[in-house]
């Protein structure tokens, strides 16, 4: 059966050494994951279709690989992977991890885990029959990170730095607006308080609108403080979105809060959004208070020079 060539990375190495870290990064970064399958049955794997939640075809895939998975032979690797490239066309890669005997013992020790080649021997034997067993594969390996001096975030920042794809592994983005009223969402990465701003609740007439209204929006906008505060938000977001892409976050909330929830902050939410959109993002929005009653217990006394009218 003939199928489109793919991007394959297989993950080997040292136990001990990241793989599963390393799994977990690339799935957060958007690559479809595999873990200890035969060889045989990858191209079972690559000939069956995409699960519909997924939908994109053009993922990238690592599939890890070690001395646990069945049948495995790192000769028989090395002919598989050059078959597969000079055959199917793929473009496949082979990513060993590697690590100092030392240190693999004390992280085994810290783990009080055994080491699957060495369930009942030291862990020093298992790691030098592990290390012999794995010599073909990395020499052939493309990539080798030695994790010794890594942490596991460290590890992490490595992987995204070299194998981050356009389009893959974005957070997700939301923005909120909330009542302060009524709690800050507990869910919130960034908390913006738009209660400096001019409070439409105290003009009769707009106080039954809301936010996604013209005239709520140019309401607020009249603030002297409105253009500038707004500019400095949405840099301050642009500087800070890639940075937590970076890190690896996979969920990104923006609150904007106000007394009520209805007015500044939906109006706030709103421009935020648009404006990110215009930048290549695609947050979500939601407003949390927007259907809440209207109470002016919960707004307390105009600010100065937006008094209450009889």
Same mark, same amino acid.
């Given at each position: 059966?003939? /199928?489109?060539? =793919?991007?394959?990375?297989?993950?080997?190495?040292? @136990?001990? %050494?990241?793989?599963?870290?390393? &799994?977990?990064?690339?799935?957060?970064?958007?690559?479809?994951?595999?873990?200890?399958?035969?060889?045989?049955? &990858?191209? /079972?794997?690559?000939?069956?279709?995409?699960? @519909?939640?997924?939908?994109?075809?053009?993922?990238?895939? %690592?599939?890890?690989?070690?001395?646990?998975?069945?049948?495995?032979?790192?000769?028989? +690797?090395?002919?598989?992977?050059?078959?597969?490239?000079?055959?199917?066309?793929?473009?496949?890669? &082979?990513? $060993?991890?590697?690590?100092?005997?030392?240190?693999?013992?004390?992280?085994?020790?810290?783990?009080?885990?055994?080491?699957?080649? !060495?369930?009942? /021997?030291?862990?020093?034997?298992?790691? %030098?029959?592990?290390?012999? #067993?794995?010599?073909?594969?990395? =020499?052939? !390996?493309?990539?080798?990170?030695?994790?010794?001096?890594?942490?596991?975030?460290?590890?992490?920042? +490595?992987?995204?730095?070299? $194998?981050?794809? *356009?389009?893959?592994?974005?957070?997700?983005?939301?923005?909120?607006?909330?009542?302060? @009223?009524?709690? +800050?969402?507990?869910?919130?990465?960034?908390?913006?308080?738009?209660? $400096?701003?001019?409070?439409?609740?105290?003009?009769?007439?707009?106080?039954?609108?809301?936010?996604?209204?013209?005239?709520?929006?140019?309401?607020?906008?009249?603030?002297?403080?409105?253009?500038?505060?707004?500019?400095?938000?949405?840099?301050?977001? #642009?500087?800070?979105?890639?940075?937590? /892409?970076? *890190?690896?976050?996979?969920?990104?909330?923006?609150? $904007?809060?106000?007394?009520?929830?209805?007015?500044?902050?939906?109006?706030?939410?709103?421009?935020?959004?648009?404006?990110?959109? !215009? =930048?290549?993002?695609?947050?979500?929005?939601?407003?949390?208070?927007?259907?809440?009653? =209207?109470?002016?217990?919960?707004?307390?006394?105009?600010?100065?020079?937006?008094?209450?009218?009889?």
């Amino acid at each position: 059966m003939t /199928r489109d060539p =793919q991007d394959i990375l297989l993950v080997t190495g040292m @136990a001990g %050494a990241g793989k599963s870290t390393t &799994l977990r990064t690339l799935e957060d970064m958007g690559w479809e994951i595999v873990d200890n399958l035969p060889l045989p049955l &990858l191209d /079972r794997l690559l000939a069956a279709a995409h699960p @519909a939640a997924v939908g994109d075809a053009q993922r990238p895939l %690592a599939v890890g690989i070690g001395a646990q998975t069945r049948d495995f032979d790192p000769d028989a +690797v090395v002919r598989r992977v050059r078959r597969m490239r000079d055959e199917q066309g793929d473009n496949i890669g &082979l990513l $060993f991890l590697d690590c100092a005997g030392t240190e693999l013992e004390r992280r085994f020790s810290e783990t009080r885990r055994r080491h699957p080649l !060495a369930l009942d /021997r030291p862990v020093s034997d298992g790691i %030098a029959k592990e290390r012999e #067993l794995l010599a073909p594969l990395r =020499q052939w !390996a493309n990539r080798l990170i030695d994790t010794t001096d890594l942490s596991a975030h460290d590890l992490a920042q +490595v992987l995204r730095a070299t $194998f981050a794809r *356009e389009g893959l592994g974005e957070p997700t983005l939301a923005i909120k607006s909330f009542g302060f @009223a009524r709690g +800050v969402p507990r869910d919130a990465d960034i908390v913006l308080d738009m209660r $400096f701003l001019r409070n439409p609740h105290w003009d009769e007439v707009l106080r039954p609108h809301t936010g996604l209204d013209a005239d709520v929006g140019a309401y607020i906008a009249q603030d002297p403080a409105y253009e500038t505060a707004m500019a400095q938000i949405e840099s301050l977001l #642009l500087t800070l979105l890639p940075r937590y /892409r970076a *890190e690896g976050k996979s969920y990104v909330t923006i609150a $904007f809060g106000c007394t009520g929830g209805r007015h500044r902050s939906v109006h706030v939410a709103e421009r935020m959004a648009a404006h990110l959109r !215009a =930048q290549g993002l695609s947050p979500s929005v939601t407003h949390r208070d927007l259907g809440a009653a =209207q109470q002016d217990s919960l707004e307390g006394a105009p600010a100065s020079g937006q008094m209450a009218k009889p």
